[in-house]
């Protein structure tokens, strides 16, 4: 059975303990990813989470029948249908597997929940995966106002 790993805020805890993880509404499923030998690229999008103004985040880990389908890919391409193994080796074989994310798509029970310990805070990239040396776009989409130091980019490039 393939592991996998869902990042979620620590005030979850109690409730994914009792009930699994749902998807958040409007999603296709639960996200997450394989657990691979690397803890950055398994933790990967902890930081960019965090962006959304939650600090505190906790690792699910659970399984999933080797055989069962899920869609995997980059963020911003299209996904495809694949089994969790082949999914988890997909990944896994990435020459850069950061921005990579598996979709399940169903709740996750209790039952399959393997462990869930705290996160890394440091763990991850911001924005896109190599943002480093690239400016931040100025976009309202990108950078939503209210969100700390959108002002300053914005009038940068004004």
């Not at 990813?33 to 906790?58: C, D, I, K, M």
């Not at 389908?69 to 074989?93: K, W």
């Not at 996750?108 to 400016?135: F, Q, S």
Request: charged fraction near 20%; proline fraction near 11%; hydrophobic fraction near 35%.
């Amino acid at each position: 059975m393939a592991m996998f790993v869902h990042l979620t805020p620590a005030g979850n805890i109690r409730s994914i303990r009792r009930a699994g993880i749902r998807p958040a509404s409007g999603t296709p499923g639960v996200y997450c990813l394989p657990v691979l030998p690397s803890y950055q690229l398994t933790h990967q999008w902890a930081r960019e989470l965090r962006r959304g103004g939650q600090r505190t985040f906790v690792a699910v880990h659970f399984r999933i029948p080797d055989d069962e389908r899920v869609s995997v890919g980059h963020y911003n391409g299209p996904p495809v249908e694949l089994s969790g193994t082949e999914a988890a080796a997909l990944v896994a074989a990435q020459p850069d597997a950061r921005g990579y994310e598996v979709v399940v798509p169903r709740s996750i029970r209790p039952g399959e929940i393997h462990r869930i310990r705290r996160v890394n805070r440091v763990t991850g990239w911001r924005y896109l995966p190599d943002a480093h040396g690239r400016p931040p776009c100025s976009c309202p989409v990108c950078n939503p106002p209210g969100q700390y130091g959108a002002a300053k980019i914005r009038d940068r490039d004004e």
